[in-house]
């Protein structure tokens, strides 16, 4: 099932890094808890369970974590 309030995220160049793209969006405080989250395995790219902290994330890609989806799009 889809989240009912997805949250738009525009970034100006594609590829992000996951981690950046966490901190960038507001949902992890720092670099640092946007790594270690990651790791953790609390962290969805489009639906499926992502460990890699440096994985690319494009325009159209859907990040979760804590219950909030986010969208990537690009200017």
């Known amino acids: ?43 969805l790219l489009n639906g499926t369970l992502e460990t890699q902290k440096r994985k690319k994330v494009m325009g159209g890609d859907k990040v979760t974590f804590g219950g909030e989806t986010i969208v990537v799009q690009v200017d």
């Open 1 to 43: 099932m889809s989240s009912p309030s997805a949250r738009i995220v525009i970034i100006k160049a594609q590829p992000i890094e996951l981690c950046q793209l966490l901190k960038f969006s507001g949902l992890a405080e720092t670099g640092g808890a946007a790594k270690h989250l990651i790791t953790e395995g609390q962290v």
